[in-house]
């Protein structure tokens, strides 16, 4: 049951996409001091069916902190470092021009490929990389362009192989092994197995877009979007686990059970800016980036700023969005978790004032009306 009474602001946030037709529904999380505050959902997951708080929502780029969270425990063990070049992970990528790009680089979205195509998820993980190796740089190595998949598909082959020298661990289960079942996130997945799609039907939504004022069924809820996965694009899971893994971070990296999964120093290298007033290309906007998280970036300007955090959040708040439809977020100094998640894919526009609406009212009906310096 959504508490409406105690968020009476964020209920109207929400209500007004569905009123506008911009979703059906929306799950949320959110968790103050330690302790859920709201763990629901308002709407529609499909046609007749309710949203719940169990239904596997998509988190798309939101799950990129989670790749990363990966990696920054091989660079807290030694085993990785952030300037390590493509070309001595990777040694089919020597004589490329990526060759010197770094995982620093790649981290902070300032590699020079943001737009090389993939082929996901229609093509296999090799693929993918093979087609990532043969295309050219568009861009100088530190030009600052948001990189939606392919350096991300580069940082989860550089975790296969550090896991195993023949990479026969796969990204996913590597995910699954470090992250996802020590913090209890037994729902989350990259990519959904075939198989399972007949036993997780009732809690897979139906993803929408928006065309001519109108939801359409996305291509997102059919097979290979949900079951081929890409650690930057593919993740989903209930808010509720997110929020989990955020609220790890807030605990200096421990887990629920008491298992440090990283330390504190290194959530701070994590979530510390390393690339600072720079214009994306991509996002067209100046947005400041830690290592796979975006830092707040209200000071470039919060009603014009790109998937943030909304106007009260204070300075040290980090998280990530994913494209057209969901937002994760820590605020340490409000000691605030937050994680939503739409299943209608708006367009930029509609879903940036959608964004700000529902961080905002979070904020106001918490209590925190004014902005943290």
């Excluded at 988190?59 to 493509?86: F, N």
């Excluded at 192989?161 to 996913?172: C, K, P, V």
Aim: net charge negative; glycine share 10%; hydrophobic share 35%.
């Amino acid at each position: 049951m959504f508490p409406y009474a105690e968020f009476p602001s964020v209920a109207v946030a929400i209500q007004d996409g569905i009123d506008r037709r911009l979703h059906t529904g929306v799950q949320i999380y959110v968790s103050n001091n330690g302790n859920v505050a709201i763990d629901a959902a308002i709407g529609e997951s499909a046609p007749q069916h309710l949203m719940t708080c169990e239904t596997l929502m998509p988190w798309r780029s939101a799950g990129k902190p989670l790749t990363a969270l990966l990696l920054m425990q091989h660079i807290e063990a030694g085993r990785l470092q952030l300037d390590a070049g493509v070309a001595d992970l990777l040694p089919e990528f020597k004589g490329t021009d990526k060759s010197n790009v770094t995982v620093l680089d790649m981290l902070t979205h300032q590699s020079g490929f943001p737009q090389t195509e993939t082929g996901w998820p229609q093509c296999e993980w090799s693929e993918s990389i093979r087609r990532i190796l043969n295309q050219s740089r568009q861009l100088e190595i530190g030009m600052a362009a948001y990189h939606p998949q392919s350096s991300w598909f580069l940082l989860g082959e550089i975790l296969c192989r550090l896991e195993s020298a023949d990479a026969t661990l796969s990204f996913s289960a590597i995910l699954q092994r470090r992250l996802l079942n020590p913090l209890g996130m037994n729902h989350t997945t990259c990519g959904i197995e075939v198989s399972k799609l007949p036993i997780l039907a009732d809690k897979l939504p139906v993803i929408y877009e928006r065309d001519k004022g109108q939801l359409v069924e996305s291509n997102s809820c059919r097979i290979p979007w949900m079951t081929q996965p890409s650690p930057g694009a593919s993740l989903r899971g209930p808010m509720s686990e997110l929020g989990r893994c955020y609220q790890m971070l807030l605990c200096g990296g421990t887990s629920p059970s008491g298992q440090q999964l990283v330390s504190n120093a290194t959530i701070q290298q994590m979530t510390s800016r390393h690339r600072f007033g720079k214009f994306d290309q991509t996002l067209q906007h100046t947005v400041d980036f830690g290592l796979g998280v975006v830092c707040n970036s209200n000071r470039y300007g919060a009603e014009t700023v790109p998937y943030g955090f909304g106007q009260y959040c204070s300075e040290a708040t980090f998280g990530h969005g994913g494209s057209q439809c969901s937002m994760a977020f820590c605020d340490p100094d409000r000691q605030l978790v937050v994680a939503w998640s739409a299943n209608g894919f708006c367009g930029e526009g509609q879903h940036q004032r959608r964004n700000r609406m529902i961080n905002n009212a979070i904020y106001e009906d918490l209590g925190f009306k004014c902005k943290h310096s």
